[in-house]
């Protein structure tokens, strides 16, 4: 990487979602970008930039506000508040923290999960901050560390958690989330990232992997992911219902969630 050059990247890609239960085996993919933003550069890499924005309005644009993290240090950036997130917890202090996530388009997004993901000073990812919403207004945020590692392949970096709030109207019961990247480190030249859903037993009911080649994120690479996915943000909220109407075809129970936002029993 070149003196001076942007540490963040766009990853353009595809998303796989796979779904094995009693109810249905479902299976779709398409193409998608996401960006990786150094949250240490991001005030910066805004005003070098002219397409994309740090809490203005711009084709592309990043507000601090549209992740409930920023509620832990308001006013002092989403890289302070990671950081006291962490430590509120009692987590380790990373060296680094980048943010997988999509950037508002228009002045849109919904982003079904973002990834705050800690490094430590030997570049290794230590920690996950897993931003996760529902289409119901909801949000909830996994604050992983160490103690919540669990044991994969060679260069995975695994994290367990028993699911703690309501995302999809169709699947509901008792499940454990395992948050994977695999290869992660700072720049790295690929973005492979998945969540396993898993059943009382072990067994993968759900399965969904994003993958992507880094480019450096430019007005360049901007410019190209505008035209190459057009109005990403509102695709991403439309294949949500679009599937969603498939699985209501296929007479898979439908059940909202209450105020509360907690999982929904089998």
């Known amino acids: 990487m070149t003196a001076g050059a942007p540490r963040s ?11 094995r239960d009693a ?5 779709f993919a398409y193409p998608l970008y996401t960006a990786c933003f ?7 890499l805004a005003r070098r930039l002219r397409l994309l924005s740090h809490g ?5 644009a990043i507000r601090d506000v549209d ?9 002092a950036g989403l890289a302070a508040a990671a950081r006291a997130l962490l430590a509120a917890r009692g987590l380790p202090a990373p060296a680094r923290v980048e943010l997988i996530t999509q950037p508002r388009v228009a002045g849109y997004v919904f982003n079904p999960v973002s ?25 909830h945020l996994y604050v992983l560390g160490p103690d919540d590692r ?18 999809s109207p169709f699947l509901h019961g008792d499940v454990a989330y395992e948050f994977v990247l695999r290869g992660a480190r700072p720049g790295a030249p690929a973005l492979d990232a998945a969540i396993d859903v898993t059943d009382p037993a072990g067994g993968l009911v759900f399965h969904a992997r994003l993958t992507g080649d880094r480019a450096p994120l ?12 057009p109005l990403m943000t509102v695709s991403i909220i439309g294949l949500i219902h679009w599937q969603a109407l498939k699985l209501h075809w296929h007479r898979v129970p439908y059940r909202r969630p209450d105020a509360t936002h907690a999982p929904r029993p089998a």
Not at 56 to 60: A, D, M, V, Y
Request: hydrophobic share 40%.
């Open 150 to 167: 669990v044991a994969g392949r060679p260069g995975e970096a695994r994290w367990r958690a028993p699911r703690a709030f309501f995302v």
């Open 67 to 75: 992740y409930h993290v920023s509620t832990y240090a308001p006013h």
């Open 9 to 19: 990247g766009l990853y353009a890609g595809r998303l796989v979602h796979v779904r």
């Open 56 to 60: 203005g309005r711009n084709l592309f």
């Open 115 to 139: 990834f705050f993901v800690g490094y430590d000073a030997a570049g290794a990812p230590q920690t996950l901050i897993a931003e996760v919403n529902n289409t119901y207004g909801g949000h």
């Open 38 to 44: 150094d949250l240490d550069e991001l005030p910066t």
């Open 218 to 229: 430019d007005d360049r690479a901007l410019a190209r992911a505008a035209i190459r996915y």
């Open 23 to 27: 109810w249905a085996t479902r299976r």
